[in-house]
């Protein structure tokens, strides 16, 4: 019923900068909390960000802190990552996930089983 869709992965070179989407459909309302991953081939995935509902409530993994930031948009049911000051260490398929908010400043926590998940989007940053 609920579809999530990233966009915007690529080829970037360490030190630019790129913005993921992850936008969902599927359903005409939608009062998500939100929340960002990656993932490497051979280890476990990695919480990146999470966004409560109302926006009010960020998190970071300690490893993007000052350099990605996690935004949304209400009209069109979407998450951005906008990730600055890539890393070659930023590598990594990124997945979008949701889940129906608990509240409006409810924040997932980095190990939530979200019961929604995108495809994925592959981030090459190159050295």
């Known amino acids: 019923q609920v579809q999530l869709v990233e966009s915007g992965g690529g080829l970037v070179q360490a030190g630019g900068s790129l913005r993921l989407s992850c936008a969902a459909s599927?359903?005409?309302?939608?009062?998500?909390?939100w929340g960002w991953f990656r993932q490497v081939p051979g280890k476990e995935r990695e919480f990146v960000s999470a966004?409560?509902?109302?926006?009010?409530?960020?998190a970071y993994a300690d490893s993007v802190k000052g350099r990605f930031t996690i935004s949304r948009a209400d009209a069109k049911n979407t998450v951005y990552l906008q990730m600055s000051s890539t890393k070659p260490e930023d590598t990594a398929v990124y997945y979008c996930?949701?889940?129906?908010?608990?509240?409006?400043?409810?924040?997932?926590?980095?190990?939530?089983?979200?019961?929604?998940w995108g495809q994925g989007t592959q981030v090459t940053v190159s050295s």
């Open positions: 599927g359903r005409a309302f939608f009062s998500f909390a």
């Open positions: 996930a949701a889940d129906q908010t608990r509240a409006p400043t409810w924040i997932p926590s980095s190990d939530y089983d979200y019961d929604y």
């Open positions: 966004i409560s509902w109302d926006g009010t409530n960020t």
